[in-house]
Structure formats: C-alpha cells, structure tokens
C-alpha cells in the first residue's frame, strides 16, 4: 500500500493517521495535520481501490450505497497495514489518532467500529457511514471529533449524528462541530480540530 511517512518533530511520540478523499493522494491532509498538531509523526495512507481514475478506500455500488464486501475486505487490509508500518516506524499507536476525510473519514470511522486498534481517537470530517458493519466485542475509549458542514449533501449533518451515535454506543466520547459550508474542508474545522486536539493530548499525557 502506498503509503508517505514523516518523522515528527523533537522526537515527538505522537501520531496523525491520514486518510484523504475520493480523489485524492497521501499529501493532501499535510496541510490540515499541521493545524492539529505540527510536531507529530504524520503517517499517511493512499487508497488502493480505483473509481473512474480516482483513489479510493473501499468501492461503492452508488454515490450512497457502499460495496460492504470491498469496505470489509479493504478495512481489515488497512488495519493489518497499520500495525505493520507502525511497528517498522516504531510508532506508539495509543498516541496516535486517526485523521480523514469525505471517504477517508468514512475508512476511519470503519477501523474505529471494527478493529481493537488501540488510537487514542479520531477527527473525521464530513463522515457518511452507510454500513451496518460493526463489530459487537469492540468497546471503545476513544475521543472522536465529527465536523458536518450544514450545507453539505454529500455527507449530511444528519449522518453525521448518527455516527455519533454508533460510537457512544461503543464507549467513545464524541463531539460533532456544525459548521455553515458544504462538503469542503473550512477553516472553522482546522480550528476545531485543534482544540480538540489538545485536549486529546492531555489524555495521551496520562498514559
């Protein structure tokens, strides 16, 4: 899998876990891990699935309805990727945290639900978990941030919410920031994100 790995600043033990769009590549959320914490280790994860041209976690049947074949198949492939490079970098995954977006996000928030991958938690923006994949004997103590923009068709705040409510169920404390764009990264997340962020950070600190 392809994959970008920067080595964080003053021997930093923390981690950003980056997963991008439909469309995009691993160098996409450099700019947004920056704002969320700028000395981290950043490991980032190309999609290996293509969709007319475009890199992709997982297929899809329709622009709503997910390949649940391929996002397992895909999903449990990334997670054995993840333990394996983390183990080559010698990265301390319980102060790392999962950062993606639009289908990323969605990659994300699959890993979180069915994988004891042991993160401290996950930003997520613009999520549209359409999967009744979920993984019953994972209980989780994670912090995850969801942002949803009001205007956003693609990923509506709606879903946004009910995702939510699938990780509360498992244990994770979540928050969902609102913000007036659409399906667009906004500055108003980066900052959310970061405040987040370190409050995350001081959880990592107790470990």
Known sequence: MKHLFIKGKNNSNRTLILFHGTGGRETDLLEVATMVNGSANVLALRGSVEEDGQARYFKRLSSHQYDEESLKEEGDRIASEIKHLAAEYDLDLA????????N????AAYLLLNHDIPVAGGMLMHPAYRS???????????????TAGARDM??????????????????AAVEVKLTDGGHEIVSEELMEGHVWYLKVEKMMDDL
């Open 95 to 102: 102060k790392a945290i999962y950062l993606g977006y639009s």
């Open 104 to 107: 990323g996000a969605n990659m």
């Open 132 to 146: 009744e994949l979920i993984n019953n004997g994972i209980l989780l103590q994670n912090s995850v941030l969801i």
């Open 154 to 171: 693609m990923a509506t705040a709606g879903e946004a919410y009910e995702l939510k409510k699938h990780l509360e169920l498992k244990g």
